[in-house]
């Protein structure tokens, strides 16, 4: 009985695979969504390794962007993960425009406090 491989370019550690597999999905299964860097701390695995995973499993249709979060009120989205055959991905939260931007500002800068020779002077409307 002959054996037959598939072609590689390189080695691969199918035992490392199956661990790291292991991993996410326990990671994924689990009830919180989760992002790529929570993942990688609840796994173990290196960020490039944990990204290539999330695709591999995101292009097979198991795992599906549940939601997304802003870890401070400007900056990218993250996305958070969660296992789910077939499920269709969150909605992007759409960008905030210019105007909402300034209207913003306008209402923090008049909540600010300024520091004076006489000592502080709480500016408010």
Avoid: C
Wanted: charge should be positive; proline fraction near 4%; hydrophobic fraction near 30%.
């Amino acid at each position: 009985m002959t054996q037959t491989t598939l072609p590689t370019k390189r080695k691969t550690n199918t035992k490392l695979y199956a661990v790291a597999f292991k991993e996410l999905a326990l990671a994924l299964h689990g009830p919180k969504n989760l992002s790529r860097p929570e993942i990688g701390e609840v796994t173990g695995l290196t960020n490039s390794t944990v990204s290539r995973w999330i695709q591999m499993l995101r292009d097979a249709k198991l795992v599906y962007v549940a939601d997304y979060r802003r870890d401070s009120d400007r900056g990218n989205w993250i996305e958070l993960f969660h296992w789910g055959y077939m499920r269709p991905d969150a909605t992007r939260p759409k960008r905030m425009s210019d105007r909402e931007y300034r209207s913003r500002y306008n209402i923090r800068r008049q909540k600010r406090v300024i520091i004076t020779e006489k000592g502080l002077k709480h500016v408010s409307t």
